[in-house]
Each structure stands twice: as C-alpha cells, then as structure tokens.
Nanobody
C-alpha cells in the first residue's frame, strides 16, 4: 500500500516536497516512481529511483528542479520539487514495482494522488 502526501497550493518559484510511505518489508527491493496527471492531460512519468537509490531518472522538463530520493529505513520515497512552475500543476502519484526497469506506465502498485497547484 502506498500513501502519498505533501501536495498543496504554492506560488511559482516555490518549493514543495512530496512523500510516499509504503507498507511491507521489502521496500528496498522495489523501484519507485513518481507520475503526474494535469487536468485534461494524460498521466506522465516524472522520475524513478532504483531500490538502492543508486540510480535515478527524470522527465526532461523536471531535470535540475526535481530530485527523487528514498529512505529505505522509513519505507518512504520523496520528490523534492524546486522552482515550481504553473505547468507543474497536477495530481502526483507514487508507484512501486519489483522489477529493476519497469515500463514507465506498467508499475505494479499505485498510490492515491496528492494535488499540487502552482499559481503564477
């Protein structure tokens, strides 16, 4: 089970950190991903991180602004979002998959979303 939180209303240029807590004993064996869905748009991949945290990958438009990290001792993955833009407004979802390189939209487990609204 995945529980995301940390969304809210912020102004352009602000920062926000999302968290996603996972239940279970094998969290460190799961690749974790963040996705988002803006109003009227398809869900899109944002970032993912390997089980050990040693490998990360980002959507081009978020590189340099967003950082994905994880704390396996706390069964939690984070998404630090800096220099937020209005186009980052979306519902953000976390997801988990036991495969090393899951297909971007084929993650096995999904959490509920948390809304991020960036006002310009």
């Amino acid at each position: 089970q995945l529980q995301a939180c940390g969304g809210g209303l912020v102004q352009a240029g602000d920062s926000l950190r999302l968290s996603c807590a996972a239940s279970g004993r094998t969290f460190s064996s799961y690749t974790m991903g963040w996705f988002r869905q803006a109003p009227g748009k398809e869900r899109e991949f944002v970032a993912h991180i390997s089980g050990t945290g040693g490998s990360t990958y980002y959507l081009d438009s978020t590189k340099g602004r967003f950082t994905i990290s994880r704390d396996n001792a706390k069964n939690t993955v984070y998404l630090q979002m800096n220099s937020l833009k209005s186009e980052d407004t979306a519902v953000y979802y976390c997801a988990a998959d036991p495969r090393l390189r899951p297909p971007p939209y084929g993650y096995a487990y999904w959490g509920q979303g948390t809304l991020v609204t960036v006002s310009s």
